[in-house]
T-cell receptor, first 113, second 115 residues
C-alpha cells in the first residue's frame, strides 16, 4: 500500500489567498484525521471523519477553515482567506477503526507570507 | 480534560547507551496511551500502545514502555540506542470513550544521538 498521500508537500502563498490541502487515506480505512503542527502549539487535532462523515470539528480554529470528505478516498482541508498565523505543517492520518493505529501522511508545509 | 506532559524538550544520548523518555498524563480513568516517533520531514509512526493488561508494552524498533498508574506515567525505554533513533518522540493519550479518535499529544522530546 502507498500509505497516506498528501499534496502538495509544500505550499507558499500570500495572505488572503485560498489554500487547499489534499489527502488520500489508506484504502479500507474508515477514519480520517487532520492535524496541525506548530512550534508553539505542538500537534493539534483539527477535525476527523468516520465513513466520510465529520464527527468532531471542535479543533478547527475558526470559520476560515473547512474540511470535506466527498468519498472514502479523498479529503480536503481549505483555508480561506489564509493568514500568516496559519503557517504550519498539516498532517492527514487514517485508521482502520477507532482503536487501530493511525497512519500519518508526510505532511504539507504551509507558509503564508 | 486529558493532558500529556513530556518534561524533557531535548535529550542527548551516546550511541549504545540506554534511553528513557518521560511521559506523564492526566486523565480520570485508565487511559489509552501511545508513543509515536517522527523523523525529520516525515509523519508520525506508532511505536507502541497501551490499552489494558500487561503494564509493560513492547513495541517496534526495540522500544518498550511501562504504564505506572500510581505515577500517572508511561515512560519509553530502549536498552541500547542506535544513531537511527535520532528523531522526535511524542507521547499521546486517548480515552476508552473515543479510542484513538481524539488523541492529545505531548509537546515532544527531541532525541540526539552522539557517536
Amino acid at each position: 500500500d502507498a500509505g497516506v498521500i498528501q499534496s502538495p508537500r509544500h505550499e507558499v502563498t500570500e495572505m488572503g489567498q485560498e489554500v487547499t490541502l489534499r489527502c488520500k487515506p489508506i484504502s479500507g480505512h474508515d477514519y480520517l484525521f487532520w492535524y496541525r503542527q506548530t512550534m508553539m502549539r505542538g500537534l493539534e487535532l483539527l477535525i476527523y471523519f468516520n465513513n466520510n462523515v465529520p464527527i468532531d470539528d471542535s479543533g478547527m480554529p475558526e470559520d476560515r477553515f473547512s474540511a470535506k470528505m466527498p468519498n472514502a478516498s479523498f479529503s480536503t482541508l481549505k483555508i480561506q482567506p489564509s493568514e500568516p498565523r496559519d503557517s504550519a505543517v498539516y498532517f492527514c492520518a487514517s485508521s482502520r477503526d477507532r482503536v487501530g493505529e493511525q497512519y500519518f501522511g508526510p505532511g504539507t508545509r504551509l507558509t503564508v507570507t | 480534560a486529558q493532558s500529556v506532559t513530556q518534561p524533557d524538550i531535548h535529550i542527548t544520548v551516546s550511541e549504545g547507551a540506554s534511553l528513557e523518555l518521560r511521559c506523564n498524563y492526566s486523565y480520570g480513568a485508565t487511559p489509552y496511551l501511545f508513543w509515536y516517533v517522527q523523523s525529520p520531514g516525515q509523519g508520525l509512526q506508532l511505536l507502541l500502545k497501551y490499552f489494558s493488561g500487561d503494564t509493560l508494552v513492547q513495541g517496534i524498533k526495540g522500544f518498550e514502555a511501562e504504564f505506572k498508574r500510581s505515577q500517572s506515567s508511561f515512560n519509553l525505554r530502549k536498552p541500547s540506542v542506535h544513531w537511527s533513533d535520532a528523531a522526535e518522540y511524542f507521547c499521546a493519550v486517548g480515552s476508552p470513550n473515543f479510542g484513538n479518535e481524539k488523541l492529545t499529544f505531548g509537546t515532544g522530546t527531541r532525541l540526539t544521538i552522539i557517536p
